[in-house]
């Protein structure tokens, strides 16, 4: 199950990609605003007092690390992380930046989802708008359809074997509580992001609202 949720994720995102726009529609946007929501929830209920439990002094100095990671990283994907493609996608050259940034966010957020039913929830919903709002930038563009696919599944699995690594290798059993500050400072950065851009012009309408607390109050429930 935490292998095979962030693949289906992906695959969702493609099949509502060919289905609807999801720049403009709006089920699409409050979906985004869902899982900005439930995804800032479940690491605020999970994982913030996981790390600080640890009482380690430099837990803050690494969630601050992965907020500037994160900001990094979207420099090279134009914002993809939080429902956004600030591109046009007219070239055939293959987006070998924009996979690097996607694959080492994936990486890094899939972790501590061996630990957390609740985060791996958390992050198939939010793989979703972002699956959707990616291959619809590479089925639009010029780029081999063999290519998008192999990009699509490079993206897919990328988030399994960050589970399979904190499984699997015990040395970074050492290091857990860092990386999972490193996670905590990206999912507050793209989490904060998308409820932020879900109110243009600073004013949220009442469906956009009501989501969002149905995601924090699921969160906390779950």
């Given at each position: 199950?935490?292998?095979a949720?962030?693949?289906?994720?992906?695959?969702?995102?493609?099949?509502?990609?060919?289905?609807?726009?999801p720049?403009?529609?709006?089920?699409?946007q409050?979906?985004?605003?869902?899982?900005?929501?439930?995804?800032?929830?479940?690491?605020?209920?999970?994982?913030?007092?996981?790390?600080y439990?640890?009482?380690?002094?430099?837990?803050?100095?690494?969630?601050?690390?992965?907020?500037?990671?994160?900001?990094?990283?979207e420099f090279?994907?134009?914002?993809?992380?939080?429902?956004?493609?600030?591109?046009?996608?007219e070239?055939?050259?293959?987006?070998i930046?924009?996979?690097?940034?996607?694959?080492?966010?994936?990486l890094?957020?899939?972790f501590?989802l061996?630990?957390?039913?609740?985060?791996?929830?958390?992050?198939?919903?939010?793989?979703?708008?972002?699956?959707?709002?990616?291959?619809?930038?590479?089925?639009?563009?010029?780029i081999a359809?063999?290519?998008v696919?192999?990009?699509?599944?490079?993206?897919a699995?990328?988030?399994?074997?960050?589970?399979?690594?904190?499984?699997?290798?015990?040395?970074?059993d050492?290091?857990a509580?860092?990386?999972?500050a490193i996670?905590?400072g990206?999912?507050?950065h793209?989490?904060?992001?998308?409820l932020?851009?879900?109110?243009?012009?600073?004013s949220?309408?009442?469906?956009?609202?009501?989501?969002?607390?149905?995601?924090?109050?699921?969160a906390y429930?779950?």
């Open positions: 199950m935490i292998f949720l962030p693949i289906i994720a992906v695959f969702l995102g493609y099949l509502i990609s060919l289905v609807i726009k720049s403009s529609s709006t089920g699409f409050l979906l985004l605003s869902f899982s900005g929501a439930f995804l800032l929830a479940v690491t605020v209920f999970e994982l913030l007092p996981e790390v439990g640890s009482e380690d002094q430099k837990v803050g100095l690494f969630i601050m690390l992965g907020l500037l990671l994160q900001i990094f990283l090279l994907s134009k914002g993809v992380e939080h429902g956004h493609m600030h591109q046009h996608g070239t055939a050259k293959f987006p930046l924009l996979l690097s940034s996607l694959s080492i966010h994936s890094l957020e899939g501590p061996s630990t957390s039913t609740e985060l791996l929830h958390g992050v198939m919903i939010h793989k979703i708008p972002v699956a959707a709002i990616l291959s619809t930038f590479l089925l639009h563009s010029k359809k063999m290519k696919i192999l990009f699509l599944a490079i993206f699995v990328m988030t399994p074997l960050g589970s399979l690594a904190h499984s699997y290798i015990d040395i970074l050492t290091y509580v860092y990386i999972n996670v905590i990206i999912f507050l793209v989490s904060t992001t998308i932020f851009e879900a109110s243009k012009n600073h949220f309408n009442i469906s956009k609202l009501a989501v969002i607390i149905v995601g924090i109050l699921l429930i779950l």
